[in-house]
C-alpha cells in the first residue's frame, strides 16, 4: 500500500472515532444539502466514498451514465424530476412581497443567498425562513409556474 492509499484509508478509518457535530462540517464540505433522515453509518460512508473520489478521482462519465441507466431500468422506484439548477450571476438581486414587505434577496459570489445579513445555502432555505412554511424557493421567487 502506497502513502497515498494509506493516508486515505486512515481518514477513513478516523470517521467512526468523530463526534457527530465534526462529521456534519465535513458532510457540509462535499454536500448542498443533509439528508432527510440521517444515521451514523449512512453519513460515515457517504463521506468515506467523497475522501477515496476526492483522492483517487471518481467514476468515468460513461461507467456513471451505464449505472445510472442499468439502475433507471430494473428499479422499482418512482423517480422525482431532477431540481432545476439556477445559475445567477453574482450580486443578482430576487424580490418578493410578502405579508405586505418587499423581501430581497441576494446572490453572493459562492452561489449562496443573503437575505437580512443572513446566508442561506438556498432559496427554499429562504422562502422558509421568511414564511414559516415549506415553500419551493424557486416557486416563491417567481422563477418557475404557479407563483
Do not use: C
Not at 440521517?38 to 449505472?67: C, D, M, W
Not at 432559496?123 to 418557475?144: D, M, Y
Amino acid at each position: 500500500m502506497n502513502d497515498k492509499h494509506a493516508s486515505v484509508a486512515a481518514r477513513i478509518a478516523e470517521l467512526g472515532h468523530l463526534p457527530m457535530a465534526e462529521l456534519w462540517t465535513l458532510w457540509d464540505r462535499y454536500f448542498e444539502r443533509r439528508p432527510e433522515f440521517p444515521n451514523r453509518t449512512h453519513v460515515e460512508s457517504r463521506i468515506a466514498y467523497k475522501l477515496q473520489e476526492e483522492a483517487f478521482g471518481g467514476l468515468a462519465p460513461e461507467t456513471r451514465q451505464r449505472l445510472e441507466a442499468i439502475g433507471a431500468k430494473h428499479s422499482k422506484i418512482k423517480l422525482r424530476a431532477r431540481p432545476r439548477k439556477f445559475d445567477f450571476a453574482p450580486g443578482t438581486v430576487l424580490l418578493r412581497e410578502w405579508g405586505e414587505r418587499e423581501h430581497r434577496v441576494t446572490v453572493d459570489a459562492d452561489g449562496h443567498f443573503e437575505y437580512e445579513g443572513r446566508r442561506f445555502k438556498s432559496l427554499t432555505a429562504v422562502a422558509r425562513h421568511i414564511t414559516g412554511q415549506h415553500w419551493s424557493g424557486p416557486l416563491f421567487f417567481g422563477l418557475k409556474g404557479g407563483a
